[in-house]
T-cell receptor, first 112, second 112 residues
Framework: GAVVSQHPSRVICKSGTSVKIECRSL??????MFWYRQFPKQSLMLMAT?????????EQGVEKDKFLINHASLTLSTLTVTSAHPEDSSFYIC????????FGPGTRLTVL | GDSVTQMEGPVTLSEEAFLTINCTYT??????LFWYVQYPGEGLQLLLK?????DKGSNKGFEATYRKETTSFHLEKGSVQVSDSAVYFC???????????FGSGTRLLVRP
């Protein structure tokens, strides 16, 4: 099946810094990528839908200025958590859509 | 809005036992229904899906039937293996947006 990678797999940062997470579709081109956030023992919550070459569409309640999404190519989308705070600590998962959604392994963000 | 409810885990079974993980949904239209599986350290993988009422999705011995009258999509397997230990997510997608709405996940632990 299609492979989606995320980098880094884990990141620890200080409060107030920004963190960038990359999501790549390795063997297919994805016009649409999705970013999810998963809290412990909870469901995946869709944060935004990202289409190549256009602005991301954010779900209600997601701060677009805090979670910057860029989908500059058909194989790469990035999520930047700006001015991160401890409440932003979470597991972030991306997916890329070909004929179905293929998920990356996730990135564990810990903000100290 | 649309939502998915699945049984809380963890579910602990002995090898070769019968598995049922309940999933019910709420949707305004006619969604497609999915089961995803997340093995330790890996991304979510599509296990099976059904796109209309009375469809049965099946894969790797797992089955689920789209029941419109009970708004359910319960996952079943006749004989589980230790290798089935994972977290299972029920999800729905409605319309052409391809957005997925997930249940909270159910952890399955199969003991030898």
């Amino acid at each position: 099946g299609a492979v989606v990678s995320q980098h880094p797999s884990r990141v620890i940062c200080k409060s107030g810094t920004s963190v960038k997470i990359e999501c790549r579709s390795l063997d297919f081109q994805a016009t649409t990528m999705f970013w999810y956030r998963q809290f412990p023992k909870q469901s995946l919550m869709l944060m935004a839908t990202s289409n190549e070459g256009s602005k991301a569409t954010y779900e209600q309640g997601v701060e677009k200025d805090k979670f910057l999404i860029n989908h500059a190519s058909l194989t790469l989308s990035t999520l930047t958590v700006t001015s991160a705070h401890p409440e932003d600590s979470s597991f972030y998962i991306c997916s890329a859509r070909e004929f179905e959604q293929f998920f990356g392994p996730g990135t564990r963000l810990t903000v100290l | 809005g649309d939502s998915v409810t699945q049984m809380e885990g963890p579910v602990t079974l002995s090898e070769e036992a019968f598995l049922t993980i309940n999933c019910t949904y709420t949707a305004t239209g006619y969604p497609s229904l999915f089961w995803y599986v997340q093995y330790p350290g890996e991304g979510l993988q599509l296990l099976l899906k059904a796109t209309k009422a009375d469809d049965k999705g099946s894969n790797k011995g797992f089955e689920a039937t789209y029941r419109k009258e009970t708004t359910s999509f319960h996952l079943e397997k006749g004989s589980v293996q230790v290798s089935d230990s994972a977290v299972y997510f029920c999800a729905l997608s409605e319309g052409s947006s391809y957005k997925l709405i997930f249940g909270s996940g159910t952890r399955l632990l199969v003991r030898p």
